[in-house]
């Protein structure tokens, strides 16, 4: 057969598969619609998990790559809650980098509900005000968010998902603006850290917010040439600002990693991670003895972070992000171990590793 015939063939099966995923959509808007009149919630863990199941055992009789169709299902799945209704909450004004990193990880048909700190985000997940709720949880230049591993630890939420967001500051200002013009630069704490050496030589005097987008905004109600913000190109776009000077960030390798919050974490996957948060007592060798336990059920640990108990002075919590799901044999056997070890431990959730949540 001709080469020509082959992308004859592809083109028509394209279509055809286009037409499926509308038709698939379709018929999810409808099953958001009975949800509504049951009152039910729109995320469902346990049907979600025999939907990829289900995908999986058909992967395998094709003899393709589960996990490359899974990838494609599980965005599916996204685009499914769109439109039966799913509303996100974030914190931060309309074009924060928060905002951003939930439509990367749910896709462009959810609602999304704006939220002024951290504590709202958790919140409205809390009060049914909202499906789902993204909060920064650290950044690859200034580190972790510490008021996000607080709320975890008081929350009954769970982490259900994780995004990495590539993050690039503009330095924005009105449209007459211009960049020798600026004396003031507003943002959130983390923004102006970020761009520190870009700002520095500008000499300006820094100013910080509640949120990137959210001073933008501010500069815009204000109408001082004179004051410059730290945020997106979209944040600049979508109040119809001027771009004084693109990618200002220190360091091109600015990530910042978000969870994805909810009332469950998600079924396995097979490509998990697992965050918990556990303290020990004060003797010689108990961190040591807590992290053994992990190493003897061959749990390999990504990330550990200590944060005051806030009861006791100079007493901390130790936050750990592993690989693999909490229903793992390994992980229960772990949890075991740790009971013995620790004086309190608590799973924040188990989730898909974001690399996988991207494909």
Not at 118 to 132: G, I, K, P, Y
Not at 158 to 178: A, D, F, N
Request: charged share 30%; hydrophobic share 35%.
């Amino acid at each position: 057969m001709k080469l020509d015939d082959l992308r004859e063939q592809i083109d028509g099966i394209d279509e055809r598969m286009v037409r499926l995923i509308a038709e698939r959509i379709r018929v999810a808007g409808e099953i958001g619609k009975k949800k509504k009149e049951q009152g039910k919630q729109v995320g469902d863990v346990e049907r979600e998990r025999k939907v990829l199941e289900n995908i999986r055992r058909i992967a395998h009789e094709e003899d393709i790559n589960w996990k490359d169709v899974e990838g494609i299902y599980r965005k599916l799945i996204t685009v499914s809650r769109g439109v039966q209704g799913m509303t996100v909450a974030f914190q931060g004004e309309i074009g924060a980098y928060s905002e951003e990193a939930a439509y990367q990880f749910f896709g462009a048909s959810i609602h999304l509900k704006p939220c002024e700190t951290l504590d709202d985000v958790f919140q409205s997940v809390a009060q049914d005000e909202a499906h789902f709720g993204v909060v920064p949880i650290e950044n690859s230049l200034e580190g972790s968010i510490s008021r996000t591993y607080d709320l975890l630890l008081d929350s009954e939420l769970k982490v259900c998902g994780e995004t990495e967001l590539r993050v690039v500051h503009c330095l924005i200002g009105l449209p007459q603006s211009r960049l020798d013009l600026i004396k003031k630069v507003y943002s959130h704490p983390q923004a102006l850290g970020q761009s520190r050496s870009f700002l520095k030589h500008l000499g300006c005097e820094l100013i910080s917010t509640y949120d990137t987008a959210g001073s933008v905004k501010m500069l815009r109600e204000q109408g001082v040439p004179e004051a410059g913000a730290v945020a997106s190109a979209r944040a600049a776009e979508i109040y119809g600002m001027k771009i004084l000077a693109r990618e200002i960030e220190d360091n091109p390798n600015n990530f910042t990693r978000f969870f994805v919050l909810s009332r469950h974490d998600s079924p396995r996957t097979g490509h998990d991670k697992t965050s918990l948060v556990f303290s020990v007592r004060h003797k010689p060798g108990a961190l040591y003895e807590s992290l053994k336990t992990l190493a003897d059920c061959e749990l390999n640990m990504t990330k550990i972070e200590s944060r005051p108990t806030r009861q006791q002075a100079w007493e901390y919590h130790f936050y750990v992000d592993i690989e693999g799901h909490r229903e793992d044999k390994n992980f229960r056997d772990a949890m075991k171990g740790l009971e013995s070890t620790t004086l309190f431990i608590k799973t924040l959730g188990s989730y898909p590793r974001a690399s996988e949540v991207k494909s």
